[in-house]
Nanobody
Framework: QVQLEESGGGSVQAGGSLKLSCKAS???????????LGWFRQPPGKEREGVAN???????TYADSAKGRFTISRDHREKVLYLQMNNLTPEDTAMYYC?????????????????WGQGIQVTVSL
């Protein structure tokens, strides 16, 4: 059973950057390599939304709010998923979660049946 743990969150001023990490355990590199991985977030008082996902081939999909500012990547050897976030705004303030599931790879599938981390807080202030 894959387990996920996020790190790298915190507080930053608008215009700053953060890099989130999500370490996977309970799964071999071989198996995890086949997984779809993704990042979600839940802003205060709002519903959870997809941010980005990446499939086993490295193909990526981004929410409109993330395009041009965020980059999702994965390290197959270390079994880590990353989210580089640049030019952050207060609207990016949220609890961020990573998720994993077997193919097919989509935010909807991850949201419905994926395995989730506990989440990590990102706060962006003016």
């Amino acid at each position: 059973q894959v387990q996920l743990e996020e790190s790298g969150g915190g507080s930053v001023q608008a215009g700053g950057s953060l890099k989130l990490s999500c370490k996977a355990s309970g799964v071999t590199r071989y198996d995890l390599n086949r997984y779809c991985l993704g990042w979600f977030r839940q802003p205060p008082g709002k519903e959870r939304e997809g941010v980005a996902n990446i499939d086993s081939d490295g193909d990526t999909t981004y929410a409109d709010s993330a395009k041009g500012r965020f980059t999702i990547s994965r390290d197959h050897r270390e079994k880590v998923l990353y989210l580089q976030m640049n030019n952050l705004t207060p609207e990016d303030t949220a609890m961020y979660y990573c998720a994993a599931d077997k193919p097919p790879c989509s935010a909807a599938t991850l949201a419905a049946v994926g395995t989730w981390g506990q989440g990590i807080q990102v706060t962006v202030s003016l």
